[in-house]
Structures are given as C-alpha cells and as structure tokens.
C-alpha cells in the first residue's frame, strides 16, 4: 500500500518541486494530522449547532410526521458526545472497518514476505526475460509486486537497474520503469489485494455513517483495476522506451557511485528457490480449488441461494480477505518449507507475529482516523455537507463522468501533500462517498475514481517514503542524480498515467461498464425508509 509516513528531508529545490517539498514537510505526520483535523472538527461542530443547520434525512422517514427525518449538526462537546468518546473509545478503534481487514490479510501476506517468496517470485519474472521485451515484464511484475506491498519496492526497483544493465541498456532507465509500475500503476492489478481490503474497508465505514448498515464487496474494482493494469503497461512501455531512455542516453560508467549495501544481487535461482515456488504456486491452486468447491460445491456455503439473483454471491465476496489469508499463509507456508526457511509451527507463527509488529505504525494511524471517521458521523456534518453537495451538483448539471474526472484531479494534487492512500481516503470519504451516492453514483466507483489519482502522482512527489530510497538506487548508477533529476524522469510516466486514467474513467462511465463482480457505475438513490423508533427524536 501506500507508504504511511513522510518521506525523508531532502534537499532543497527551487521553482514547483521545491515548493511541494517544503510545503509538504511543514505538515504533520498523517496520526497529528487526524489529530488537528478533529480538534478543528469539533470546533466546526459546536458553530454548526448553534447556526442551526440542517437537512432533511435522504433515506429516512420520521414515523410521527410521515415526512422526511429532519438531520441537525450536534456539538461533539454535548455530554452525550463527550460520554461516547470516552466510553466507546475501544469499539469505535476495534469496529473501524479498514483495520480487521488489514489484519486479516497481512496475517498471510506476511509470512509469504518474511519467507522470501515475494522476492523469488519477482526476480524469477524479471531475470530472463528477453531484451525487447524487458520493459513491458519488468513494468508488468511491477505493477503485481504491489500484492506484495513494500517488497516490490526493496526488491524488484533495484532489481530492475541491475538486469537493465546487464541486457546493455541504461539502469536508470529500467529504475524507472519499475519504479512506475509500482507505485505509479498502485492500483492497477490482475487481482484484488491488500489495497482493496483497505480502501473499502474506509469507503464501508463512510457509507455506514450516514446510510446505515452496509457491507463492501472488495473485489468491486476488480475489472476496473485489471483495466488500469492492460492500459497503463502500454503506458510505461512506451514512456520508457521512447522518452526516457533516448533522454538519458548512454550510461556512463566514470559517473557511477558505489552499490548499495542492500541491494539485491542478480542471481541465478537455486534449486531450492525454483522448488518453493513450485510448491507455492500448488498451494495457490489448492486454494483457488477450495473456494470454487464452496461456491459450487455441495451446500454452496458461499452461495446465498434464498437471497436475490443480485445478491447471492455476496457471502462469496465477504469470503475473499479470508481467502486471501488463506492462500499467501499457505503459498508461504509451502515456500519456506522447500527452502528451508521454515523448519516448523513456531518459525511461521514467529513469521505471522513480525507481520503484525510491521503494523505497528499503521495500527496508531487506524486509531487516530477511526476516531475521526466516527466523530464526523456523530456530529452528522458528513450528512449535511453529502446533502447541500449533491443538491450543488444536481443543479449544476454537470455530468458523472465530470464529476468523476474532477474527484480524480483533486485526488492526485492532494496526494503530492498527503502520501498515504488510506490518510486521504479516510479524509475524503466520509463526505464524498455519501454525497456521490444521493447523485446516483456507487462507492465502488467513488472508490475507483479515487484510485486513479492516488497512483498517478506518488513517484514524482518527494513526500512519498520511498522516493530517497529511489534516489539512492538511481545514484548507485549516477552519483550525481539528484531529487530533481528523479522527479523530472517520473515526471512524464506521471502526466500520461494520469490522461490514461481520467479518460479511462470517463469511458467507463460513459458505457456504464461493471467494475467488478457485482459491482456497477451506478446505484440506487437511497430510498427514504422510516426510521427506527428509537431514532426517531434522535437530532
């Protein structure tokens, strides 16, 4: 996923980049950022309740009137908002939806990390692969490796300079293109991953704050993040072999630097390497065979066969984190076995336990935005602000797909500021998801929208936690590349990205193609219900 916390100081730069730069180091870590944020939150509050304001509920009916629910901003120093902070404080931490799906996931996800065989299987994509087509693999298992979240950037990057210059062809060049496809092509996968239990989980939690009971189907982006990842390659593809590489020229060896101590080396794959991926890669069909067995199978555990056509492979999507622990502890499990990296129980849970101590950062993250996302909800300024915008828009007559492309430029500008994934959509969500579904618009596509911005400008902002880590891997071919050479190299991947994926968005909007199984462009206006009796005086 997207790195948490802020990059390293750099130097300083003039002109644009400078700016970002010093900009954005003045602002405070994403946790203290959630933490003014909600003391600015709660000042907001208390002006909204003395000015009175108001909505009327979209989805609700006040049973007495028989007229729709009227919705009043509440002060979060009330004493009953005051008595829920302090009192529900573990809940609101343990309930926030994005974090037992994270859990769930990096559970497995790390012991196939820990183990090795993340890194095995990226250098087995890599090494070999002939010359003409070295850019489109390495960009390929790039924008993959992000399955494997942080190792693609400690592994495959680096990685990719080594065999760009082994196959005679500039290293930076090849730094780049990996570079691109992991982080510029964030989101775009064959699969849906950990980012995806991620940000639905967040998109669940904004739709519940005002909407009510809802549950995310992670796999709802699944056909749109396949197309990102059949587009965007082409993309890199070119932009590399076109662009960047005639613009660098010949690689000079008198420029070079010294290696980094933990750089990995391009070797060949030992036989015990070439095993684990085969057992790995037998765990992955077992697995896949089990969850087809559930749906299909006898019983059909996965299958809700008495709920509607439309609804009966919901329990099959909520199964997918499941499925996803299932098949990287197994894959991992299987790997390290045939390496020898696992000798037996206590070594994988050993594993399953420093995948969680990785967490430790975003675990007080979660904490500090959990509180934010419920405190927006209490104060019910999510629902007012979501209302007065969708009204804004619906009279504005602007189309979805401008709307759509419009969310998209503002995701990418924030995310040269803000560079975690789940800090801007858990900051963006709680108003935008709601007011985008009274106008018709379905949170998987607010979320797809979102994503399209979030990866288009991580590599050329140098707040994202890995740019110097880049910078040092391109200064270990070009001792003196610097932060303004690496951002004007990343610079053109970034503006096509992000042409490719505003159009993309607008067509798919425009044909009204489904975004994953289940999944569509557009839903429901939520329909006025009555609300629950105990509701019903509520402010």
């Not at 996931?105 to 070999?128: H, I, N, P, S, W």
């Not at 329990?315 to 020898?340: C, D, E, K, M, N």
């Not at 007080?364 to 909800?377: D, I, P, T």
Request: glycine fraction near 8%; charge should be negative; aromatic fraction near 10%.
């Amino acid at each position: 996923m997207t790195a948490s916390s802020p990059a390293a100081p750099s130097p300083s730069q003039k002109g644009f980049l400078g700016w970002i730069e010093r900009t954005g180091n003045k602002l405070p870590d994403p946790v203290f950022l959630f933490l003014w944020l909600i003391l600015g939150l709660v000042a907001v509050s208390v002006a909204a309740s003395l000015a009175g304001w108001s909505v009327p509920h979209p989805a609700e009916i006040d049973p007495e009137t028989g007229e729709a629910r009227v919705i009043a901003a509440t002060s979060l120093l009330s004493a009953d908002n005051i008595r829920r902070l302090w009192v529900e404080m573990p809940t609101t931490f343990t309930h926030f939806h994005p974090l037992g799906y994270v859990l769930v996931v990096m559970l497995g996800a790390g012991v196939a990390e820990k183990v090795g065989l993340f890194g095995t299987a990226m250098r087995a994509g890599v090494r070999d692969a002939p010359r003409a087509l070295l850019t489109p693999i390495v960009v390929a298992v790039g924008m993959m490796g992000n399955l494997a979240a942080d190792a693609a950037y400690v592994v495959l990057i680096p990685l990719a300079g080594i065999i760009f210059h082994a196959a005679g062809r500039h290293p930076i060049a090849g730094i780049a293109a990996s570079f691109a496809g992991v982080s510029g092509g964030f989101s775009a996968n064959l699969l849906p991953g950990q980012l995806d239990a991620l940000l639905f989980g967040i998109t669940e939690a904004a739709v519940e704050s005002t909407f009510g009971a809802f549950t995310a189907n992670i796999a709802g982006n699944w056909y749109f993040i396949a197309a990102m990842f059949f587009l965007f390659l082409p993309v890199i593809w070119y932009v590399t072999d076109r662009i960047i590489e005639p613009r660098l020229g010949a690689w000079d060896a008198t420029r070079a630097g010294t290696a980094h101590a933990d750089e990995p080396a391009d070797r060949p794959l030992t036989e015990a390497e070439r095993k684990g991926l085969r057992h790995a890669g037998l765990a992955v069909l077992a697995v896949c065979a089990l969850w087809a067995f559930f749906a299909i199978g006898p019983g059909t555990p996965l299958i809700d066969e008495a709920a509607s056509p439309e609804a009966q492979l919901t329990p099959f999507y909520q199964s997918l984190v499941a499925g996803f622990f299932l098949l990287f502890i197994l894959a991992g499990w299987a790997y390290g076995r045939a390496t020898g990296a696992i000798s037996n129980h206590r070594d994988l849970v050993k594993m399953m336990a420093g995948a969680m101590e990785d967490l430790a950062y975003y675990l007080v993250l979660a904490f500090a935005a959990a509180h934010f996302v419920a405190m927006f909800g209490w104060s019910n300024l999510g629902l007012i602000l979501a209302v007065n915008g969708a009204d804004f828009l619906s009279h504005s007559g602007l189309p979805a797909w401008a709307l759509l492309a419009a969310i998209i430029l503002v995701a990418a500008a924030l995310n040269l500021l803000v560079g975690s994934a789940s800090a801007k959509w858990a900051l963006l969500s709680p108003v935008l998801v709601p007011m985008l579904m009274l106008l018709g618009i379905s949170p998987e596509m607010a979320t797809a929208a979102y994503r399209v911005g979030d990866s288009a400008t991580n590599i050329i902002t140098p707040l994202m936690v890995y740019f110097p880590l880049i910078l040092i891997f391109c200064q270990r071919w070009q001792k003196d590349f610097g932060l303004g050479s690496l951002a004007a190299t990343m610079l053109p991947y970034s503006m096509a990205l992000l042409a490719v994926g505003v159009a993309m968005t607008i067509g798919w909007v425009a044909l009204d193609l489904p975004l994953g199984p289940g999944a569509s462009v557009f839903t429901d206006v939520p329909s006025a219900q009555v609300a629950p009796a105990a509701e019903a005086t509520a402010p």
